[in-house]
């Protein structure tokens, strides 16, 4: 199968995903290295299904670019987050910004954007940079599970994107919210601390709040605004591009 595939069949993306549906996640990302590399990417947002995968490519020194959108808004947390995992695997994580800088965009588009038009912001800031990045690769690695949204049920260990038009590869697609946790407690993986004081699920700052007991992990985001996702999905299913939404179990 691995000599046979070609790189932008969806058919033979399907295939292959059908094949690895028995794999780990180590043995999903492993396949997706042999096939892709140097044209393989992960586009982090540090969620803890993402500090999982980058525990997994950084302790088995697996051939992977990874970038992580910088729109200027994150929590120091995350930042910090950031270093300690590149400091701690010894990897480099890019740093991918908009084209306007937060002054610049105030100065073109008025202060403060996400209050008045959040998806405009987001288009901005996070689905052009990544558009763009995401043409420059043959395949791009999520992290989505199968149990965060109905529509990410079907979702298969390998796929083809229709929305960016590459391969997509979802090493966690048969984890859940438990195993993610398991696996960071065990590695002693680091992972955002904001996680621990209620914070679920954790994007730019002015836009993410704390959650209540009860609600959905993604209830902090956009709190107030009709508005759930960043606008990256072919499908919105409440979360974001990068599958992150969990929470210590
Ligand atoms: S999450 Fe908020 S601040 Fe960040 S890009 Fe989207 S609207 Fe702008």
């Known amino acids: 199968m691995t000599d046979s595939i070609t790189r932008l069949d969806a058919t033979a993306l399907a295939e292959a995903g059908r094949t690895l549906e028995g794999g780990t996640p180590l043995d999903i990302l492993r396949w997706a290295s042999n096939m892709f590399a140097p044209r393989l990417t992960f586009a982090t947002g540090f969620g803890a299904e993402g500090c999982v995968l980058l525990d997994l490519i950084g302790r088995h020194d697996l051939d992977v670019d990874i970038f992580t959108l910088d729109t200027g808004l994150l929590f120091p947390e995350t930042y910090e987050l950031w270093r300690r995992l590149e400091d701690k695997y010894d990897f480099t994580i890019r740093s991918v910004s908009p084209e306007l800088s937060i002054e610049q965009q105030a100065a073109t588009h008025g202060p403060e954007l996400w209050e008045r038009e959040?998806?405009?912001?987001?288009?901005?800031?996070?689905?052009?940079?990544?558009?763009?990045?995401?043409?420059?690769?043959?395949?791009?690695?999520?992290?989505?599970?199968?149990?965060?949204?109905?529509?990410?049920?079907?979702?298969?260990?390998?796929?083809?994107?229709?929305?960016?038009?590459?391969?997509?590869?979802?090493?966690?697609?048969?984890?859940?919210?438990?195993?993610?946790?398991?696996?960071?407690?065990?590695?002693?993986?680091?992972?955002?601390?904001?996680?621990?004081?209620?914070?679920?699920?954790?994007?730019?700052?002015?836009?993410?709040?704390?959650?209540?007991?009860?609600?959905?992990?993604r209830a902090g985001r956009w709190r107030g605004a009709l508005k759930t996702e960043c606008g990256l999905h072919t499908q919105a299913d409440g979360a974001d591009e990068f599958g992150n939404t969990s929470s210590p179990a």
């Not at 979802?170 to 946790?181: A, H, M």
């Not at 065990?186 to 954790?202: Q, T």
Request: glycine share 6%; with cysteine; aromatic share 8%.
């Open 118 to 217: 959040p998806d405009r912001c987001c288009d901005m800031r996070k689905v052009t940079p990544l558009t763009a990045q995401l043409a420059g690769f043959d395949a791009w690695i999520t992290a989505i599970r199968r149990d965060q949204t109905d529509s990410r049920a079907g979702a298969l260990a390998v796929e083809w994107d229709p929305k960016f038009a590459l391969g997509k590869v979802n090493p966690l697609v048969r984890w859940t919210k438990r195993d993610v946790w398991a696996h960071l407690l065990k590695h002693d993986v680091p992972y955002n601390p904001l996680h621990d004081r209620g914070y679920p699920s954790v994007g730019c700052l002015p836009c993410t709040s704390m959650v209540n007991a009860g609600e959905h992990d």
